[in-house]
């Protein structure tokens, strides 16, 4: 069983940046893909960033491409997602999952990331 605690969250002024990190433990001696979903009141979970389990491979959302970076320290078990150019839209709170164990051969992002969540951590961006 996969444990996910995420950190970072908080209030930042439009154009500012956050870093979120993502910390696993328990069962990660195998290979999980990971990644980033956020949600706000009466909206669905959308998919923001993923990565694949050795980080060589990574996917956007359309609307952060080029303003935020997920990257991995598989040494630490962590996953950040760097969120620069913050705007007010990008206001909700952000989930952590992690999709695994996988085999060798599936170092890409899956279309379906959701074995395990975290708590969620708030970001909050004022205009």
């Known amino acids: 069983q996969v444990q996910l605690v995420e950190s970072g969250g908080g209030l930042v002024q439009a154009g500012g940046s956050l870093r979120l990190s993502c910390a696993a433990s328990g069962g990660t001696s195998g290979r999980y893909a990971m990644g980033w979903f956020r949600q706000g009141p009466g909206k669905e979970r959308e998919f923001v960033a993923g990565?694949?389990?050795?980080?060589?491979?990574?996917s956007y959302e359309d609307s952060v491409k080029g303003r935020f970076t997920i990257s991995r320290d598989n040494a630490k078990n962590t996953v950040y997602l760097q969120m620069n150019s913050l705007k007010p839209e990008d206001t909700d709170v952000y989930y952590c999952?992690?999709?695994?164990?996988?085999?060798?051969?599936?170092?890409?992002?899956?279309?379906?990331?959701?074995?395990?969540w975290g708590q969620g951590t708030r970001v909050t961006v004022s205009s």
């Open positions: 999952a992690a999709e695994g164990p996988l085999d060798y051969w599936r170092d890409y992002v899956p279309a379906i990331l959701d074995d395990y």
């Open positions: 990565i694949s389990w050795s980080g060589g491979s990574t």
